[in-house]
T-cell receptor, first 115, second 115 residues
């Protein structure tokens, strides 16, 4: 069964460093998402991406964040200058088509720790 | 904005006990409702969903009914197994201005089933 994959599974970085989290969505999916979960808190929407552009972003997704689909298969989240509060589990998700009833398929997550 | 309120955990049950995890929502319009499950060390997996009022989603012995009058989508299982130990997330997907149809999650409920 097709699945969303994410790398790395864990990342430790120093505050102020740049990190890139990578995701490979399911191959025929058109909509891509990043969510994050700070330990003990809710899973929060960060950004959605469709047709090579951001379709929606949350207040969390400030100028330090960016997303890219560089080669038609990978979908990346970049944090330019990490802060302590960026420590969280980051989930990538993809969906085949439009419609709120369509299922979003999630990857296993990348646990980011900023020291 | 849209929100999901989920029963706080953790919940500890003995094998074969009855499970209920409460979930209520606030949303404009008519969202689709989902239960996702996260097994230890894994990503979020769709457990079941319902797309309109009075729909019942079911999977692996779990059920939830979309109740518009009480804005609820409670998860139930008649007889839990040790293998059901996981974190359960209630979520909704509604239309947004950006068209992203992002998911809005509850905080998650950790279930532990003892033999």
């Amino acid at each position: 069964e097709p699945e969303v994959t994410q790398t790395p599974s864990h990342q430790v970085t120093q505050m102020g460093q740049e990190v890139i989290l990578r995701c490979v969505p399911i191959s025929n999916h058109l909509y891509f998402y990043w969510y994050r979960q700070i330990l003990g808190q809710k899973v929060e929407f960060l950004v959605s991406f469709y047709n090579n552009e951001i379709s929606e972003k949350s207040e969390i997704f400030d100028d330090q964040f960016s997303v890219e689909r560089p080669d038609g298969s990978n979908f990346t989240l970049k944090i330019r200058s990490t802060k302590l509060e960026d420590s969280a589990m980051y989930f990538c998700a993809s969906r085949a088509s439009s419609g709120g009833a369509q299922t979003q398929y999630f990857g296993p997550g990348t646990r980011l720790l900023v020291l | 904005g849209d929100s999901v309120t989920q029963m706080e955990g953790p919940v500890t049950l003995s094998e074969e006990a009855f499970l209920t995890i409460n979930c209520t929502y606030t949303a404009t319009g008519y969202p689709s409702l989902f239960w996702y499950v996260q097994y230890p060390g894994e990503g979020l997996q769709l457990l079941l969903k319902a797309t309109k009022a009075d729909d019942k989603g079911s999977n692996k012995g779990f059920e939830a009914t979309y109740r518009k009058e009480t804005t609820s989508f409670h998860l139930e299982k008649g007889s839990v197994q040790v293998s059901d130990s996981a974190v359960y997330f209630c979520a909704l997907s509604g239309f947004t201005q950006g068209g992203s149809e992002k998911l809005v999650f509850g905080k998650g409920t950790k279930l532990t089933v003892n033999p």
